[in-house]
């Protein structure tokens, strides 16, 4: 078989497979989806999903839920969590070109039954900004930072907060930029401790590894 | 003032500020952390200190505490939490090369008061070890792995567990390895989420992560 | 002329010259299969083929073959060897998005005259899938692992197996990737002996070692 | 001649040529400094000058200031300017380890005539340290920022003034901060305008270039 | 909101917030055009805009004047400053493939009132023509240099004046010119003190650059 | 003016400025083609010119000769020059897929009234086709080897002959190739001496490096 | 524990575990030793040792053999295989510079009882030198080519055999060598099928390959 | 045998081989130096030696004259050669610093007959300095620029002169410089051509190529 879906994710991570429909053909991506539905999977989430791949996936799922700007596609989307509260989970993004990928991480969370609380466009270049929403990010149990160029509000927010900040650098910038390696290595040299640092671009992994923290706290408080 | 120690930070953010001795002299070096105690801050702990820092800081300090393979030095430890429970927090290394690391990682926690686990040398290359272990990692709250040349271990374990995984890439290794660099792009790039990734040797970040990711857990069911 | 066919290279080197298309204009790729089939070089293979390189030649040739998926033409392709066997080599891929890269490989050893087996998406993130074709794989002659990302499957599949592992890595990934040097690079760095690289996406240079590899226990077994 | 001292620099440029001791040898750089001091430069500065250098320069010219630390040497001072004014020129670093780098940048200012104002470790990671020195920042009619790691403070503090930032990246950090280069494309990757970078670890350059911008304001004062 | 315009950045910087067009949908684009112009920032610029930008914002602005081969829209911009002088900031390009990034500086200028000199096409290969144009340049407040291949223009200038220029890379050139960040790399590196570097192509930052440099004097003028 | 043509620089260096499209309008284009006509200048060339340059050129100058697959225009060429002999330049391919840039060199030299020999595809792969034209590249007074991939027929050649091997790295390959700077970085670090390196696809450097050579023994002949 | 010794890695793989002695302590190269012989691993092998490593080494197994050059230690070798045979495996050097690298694969395949055939200094400066082996070469069964600098040796032997070519790419050379990264990129780029490229300076692991391959043919002609 | 001496290589290419001391131990570089000599090698030439290879050549070899800081050792040099005069060959360095990369140069250029003119300093930060030499580089037959930092000197003599000129980019520098890498590729970039490039601080790949320029003028001038 061309795909071997791997239904048992959700057991063991927490997490669903999620198909990366970068570099697969339309047709793949729905044996993939089909696979993964057939399977039991919930949510069924497609990423980086281009117009040929959401053509034929609607096609063939017409209850695909389709986000555009973020790239996804959302099949069986979970219910909220009971445990899930606004505010335990804070995207926010440096930039409104930054919109895109954190769209990529809000999607994916509320598929999971997240509701995390999305602050746009509080960049360092206008430092008030920040400081308006300290309040929010320093209640937050896991704040998601967004952010391309040179993302110094990776550094900056995680010195405001005690809770772990997951930061995302994103390809926004040009030239010195490097497509976001600028921003990705400056968050893994950043002064400030606490900062754990994904992929450019990478919105889907910083939702994923978000819930896994918000979950071991539930885990623990259900244990306790 | 040559150091403007930032006393406040155990407040803001849960953990002390760092003496990073690195391009301090040894005198600086010595007044930052005295500078540090006298602002109450517990505990004191120095990284990356080589010979020369250790003697300055031992004879301004004499109860200062010695490691010289994780090239740290700690002073005021704090006692252990009362949430500190062995196997929360679980450090496990891909090759006996990386214990220095892991070493940075395991000190700061204890000073801190947690209780790490340490898991050395629990490499691919010999698979059967990982699966031995396995049920270890699917316990914790949080698992820290730390691997130099390829990292392939960060991967794998993250497709066991449902804990986040911080994951250090180390230095080990040469040619194509580039100093860690490979690694640490390896990591960011993983196949599995779930992953957080902090800079390469960088030990003691992903002791502060960690220990901002149980923290969170434990201000919930304190709160709850 | 401005092509100059190597029709000696079967002769020294057991393999034909192959036709690059990329960076020719369809006519020099017509005028390379041409002067190869009339030097009688069999099987004659273009890789790297786009569609207007396709077109000019089934044109000139209308018994090529084409493979879209692999970016490649087939001319003459050789019957089946007597010594090639089911199973002799086995080629692997992580994820499906590996497909294409794969499809370079295997029909490059059918052109040849081999009987590869191909086993796709046992990514390492699922690792059940690695160990559930481990005795396939632990028996092949030479396995070929063809994957993307971080590449975590290489060293994985090196430790289990005791024949040679050819390592494809390819462009599948993102950011970090860095367009498959991150996999190329942590499979050069990779702990587990016993594997040779080839450059990113190289399906044809994976199967033309793969084959140089059966043919020396051929011609020994032959000699023997 | 080996050496072909630019005795004329001062007039065309308003700085005179300095001693690049990295690369001569004590005697080619004791030669140079004769040269400009008979050529009627003033002052004479040495910099990246080693232990070898200093003592060779001491031994012809017993006058010489040595600065350890910043590596330089002083030879026939400028007396301080009439128009030079605390905190005209503020330099700031973001923690101690940038402190030999902004020593080039002080020493070099202060052989020059200028009076600038030194502010220590105020990194972002304390953001309230920052604020704490915002209105000497505002004031100045140029800003000099010593950071390494991910140089955060840079954009920050080019938000809150109005005058130009000259930002001087520095080498401190590990890893992914690759010597200073991650500062370096950080910066001029920054969110904020008005930052004029220079090279890693160039603090004499950034006094040169501060110098530059405060004497063309005293050239149109003077002509106005 | 998606947009939270920091109309108060000309009060504390001196230059209004600048909309950038680069990953922003035209609708988010016009969303912050408006946000400005109603927080009463005068001009309102937006850089990087493609065509689907420009329809957009013209349609809802039909006052934007449109810079095509700048990628710039001008709305409201100020009127020329008292102060401002022909020949106080002069830019000066290597090339003519290097204009389109001197465009965006001297639109950008002139929006603000400025009234810069603009010399075009005097790159070192005939090093007479930058000689011809010496006095201009000797003449000038700041100096702006547009260059990229190997950028040797920007040492050149800053040994022939006593003003500090800004130098701005393009990514003109191909191979080794590694899209512009060899020029970046050369100008930072470069033999000549008093050079401020800006990121690739950005013609922008060189403007606000220059005129915090050139404002720096008028305020100090003013209160003298 | 936006273009200054540097028509001193033929009796400066012996060559005509050239024009490169790549970054210019196709208006400026014509513009600089005609300010070097009508300067006198002889030949006029323009490379790296699309179809919208050469459509723009051609209409101002029906006489230009257009060049496409080399991507070069050719107006007022020189006659052959009377030192001009077959032989004296050889210029040698890799591959067919480095005829494009070999093209460029050829129409540049060709149009400055030189006679150059064209040996294309004798790559290493076939060491025979290397050895088959041994003398003619031995007689050869500036031999010119274009190669892409790892570019090893560089050594090869210089090894087998005692003038000047002017190589060209190409952009032809992928993956490790990088575009062609593996080709470049190989060359220079060739464990044979006697190679003058220039530019990636830089056949047109390649032609008037080679030129220069050619010309200093004429202009030595000529005086002795 | 620090070490947990892979002893069933032969079984699996045919290799035994290598000790990598950089990065750790002399102890813990001791303790690695010492499990490995208790656990009957044969031969028993360290690699990467500096003084430091040999010295506690010898001390504690005196009948340890050093290998200084190659930087290796062995223990417990097996002896000659019978399937051995003198050119079945082939070693070749570029230059003698090379020499250190293709010892450690030299030592590593003796002590694992095969009989390489070593050919040192035959760079294709001089080409005639490989035409000289040529015999040799062709004659293998597998041939290990160690080449720093440019690494064109490799390429030229793979189109000469019909074997496979192990290539290890060394750090010799400087500059844009890039400590053997460049020879590195150019072996994966080569224009010529059938090389397996492994790490820089990794003459170990080009051994285990090299051996893996003849095993392959052992096998299979035992079985056959 | 460790060491194949290309004895032949004068015959071929009109150089002897040159012994690269770097990477081999003092033993192997006497042994090549004595089987060089022995095959008439004249002269021989040991580069990049260090204090252990000088003391074991003159140890066996009294007569070898030391250039220290060439890091060379000359062994039967040539006589001036009747075609050598002042000025054919000019070597013009960019500062001090580089002396020690034009000492390999010129010290090659002089042990195989030739008589090389040294100016140095000359660097464009005094750009009268290049100026002023502008007759000497004028009339030579090749121009040898040695240049580190952004090598701006090799760009602006190629504009002055109808000579090919080699370019030599030097590791002086230091950040952004990336070890002479910026200088390399700003050269193969500069906006001049006529400019052939060689390996960073390859002093010895320039002379070598330099004579083979005045060779091929001798050779055709003798023929004529
Ligand atoms: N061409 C440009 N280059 C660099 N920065 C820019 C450019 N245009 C605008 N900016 C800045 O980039 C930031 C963009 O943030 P946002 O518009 O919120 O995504 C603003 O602070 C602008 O000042
Ligand atoms: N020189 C070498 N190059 C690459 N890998 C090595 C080398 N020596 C040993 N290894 C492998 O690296 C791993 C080292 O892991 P450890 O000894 O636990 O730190 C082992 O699996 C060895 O097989
Ligand atoms: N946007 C994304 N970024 C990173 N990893 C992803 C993304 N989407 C899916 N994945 C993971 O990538 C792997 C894709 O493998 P495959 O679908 O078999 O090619 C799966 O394990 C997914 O969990
Ligand atoms: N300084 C140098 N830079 C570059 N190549 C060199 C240098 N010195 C010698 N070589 C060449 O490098 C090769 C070294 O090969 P080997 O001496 O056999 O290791 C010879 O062919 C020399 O011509
Ligand atoms: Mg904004
Ligand atoms: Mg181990
Ligand atoms: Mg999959
Ligand atoms: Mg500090
Ligand atoms: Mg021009
Ligand atoms: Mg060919
Ligand atoms: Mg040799
Ligand atoms: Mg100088």
């Known amino acids: 078989p061309q795909v071997r879906a791997d239904v048992g994710r959700g057991a063991r991570t ?3 497979e999620v198909v990366y429909a970068a570099g697969k053909t339309p047709a793949q991506t729905v044996t993939a989806v089909t696979a993964l539905l057939d399977g039991g999977v919930r949510p069924v989430l497609v990423s980086r999903a281009d117009p040929a791949h959401t053509t034929a996936v609607v ?8 986000h555009d700007d973020a790239g996804m596609l959302v099949l069986a989307p979970l219910p909220p969590r009971d445990d899930a509260a606004d505010g335990r989970i804070v995207v926010v993004t440096a930039g409104t070109s930054d919109l895109g990928v954190a769209g990529e991480c809000v999607v ?8 995390p609380t999305l602050l746009a466009d509080v960049g360092v270049a206008g430092l008030h900004r920040v400081l308006e929403v300290r309040d929010v990010l320093a209640a937050a149990e896991v704040v998601v930072v967004v ?4 993302a110094a509000l990776g550094p900056v927010v995680a010195g405001l907060v005690s809770a772990p900040v997951v930061a995302v650098p994103t390809s926004v910038g040009y030239g010195a930029a ?13 002064c400030t401790p606490g900062i754990a640092v994904v992929n450019v671009d990478n919105g889907l ?3 994923l590894l978000a819930r896994r923290i918000v979950r071991a706290t539930d885990r623990r408080t259900a244990g306790g």
Chains 1, 2, 3, 4, 5, 6, 7, 8 share one sequence.
């Open 108 to 115: 994916t969370l509320e598929a999971l039954g997240e509701r």
């Open 205 to 207: 992994g910083a939702a």
């Open 14 to 16: 927490g997490e669903p």
């Open 147 to 150: 952010a391309g160029m040179e």
């Open 178 to 190: 490097q497509d976001g390696m600028t921003a990705l290595h400056g968050l893994l040299s950043a």
């Open 59 to 66: 096609a063939a799922h017409p209850d695909a839920v389709v």
